[in-house]
């Protein structure tokens, strides 16, 4: 298996366009002139995934006085994905990225341990972008549990 790519502060962030929850397309240059927190996360509807989403879903009016639009990118179908927002009340883009190109890019397909296992999937990743289009934070094989507050620690923004 080849090494995946790890972005680094201060690279462009990849370009894509991923269609949402709604079926509507979504490209980063969307957002081009505001700030971006684009989270991978291996599954919708599965514990931890479920914890991670509602907990940006929980601080999205904090991330938003702070100027940051929340992205979650998952494997998963469009279908899927709009169960998983109706479920849980998630109103923020899920993007659909069944043929992994756009977890490609950001490194977040990979090698990874689960109990023990070497297996390959998605690795839990968080990326924060600039007004500019770049990498100005990347977060690999973080935890679902914590991550939202330890991000929004990172970026100095208050609950």
């Known amino acids: 298996m080849t090494e995946s790519v790890r972005l680094e502060p201060g ?3 990849p370009a894509f366009t991923l269609n949402d929850q ?3 397309p979504v490209s980063l240059s969307d957002y081009r002139g ?8 291996p599954a919708a509807m599965t514990p931890a995934c479920t914890t991670q989403s509602c907990d940006f879903r929980d601080s999205l009016g904090s991330l938003a006085a702070a100027g940051y639009q929340v992205l979650g990118v998952s494997k998963d179908s469009v279908a ?3 169960e998983f927002a109706e479920r849980d009340a998630l109103t923020f883009p ?5 043929d992994l190109t756009v977890h490609r890019l950001y490194g977040a397909w990979g090698e990874k341990n689960s109990y023990g296992r070497i297996i390959t999937g998605t690795l839990r990743s968080t990326f924060v972008i600039d ?6 934070h990347t977060f690999y094989n973080t935890k679902a549990t914590g991550h939202v507050a330890m991000l929004r ?3 100095k923004i208050s609950a």
């Open 34 to 41: 505001q700030k971006v927190v684009l989270y991978f996360y």
């Open 94 to 98: 899920l993007l659909s990225d069944e």
């Open 22 to 24: 709604n079926g509507a």
């Open 11 to 13: 690279q462009p962030a």
């Open 153 to 155: 620690k990172r970026l």
């Open 131 to 136: 007004e500019d289009g770049h990498v100005s």
């Open 80 to 82: 899927t994905l709009a």
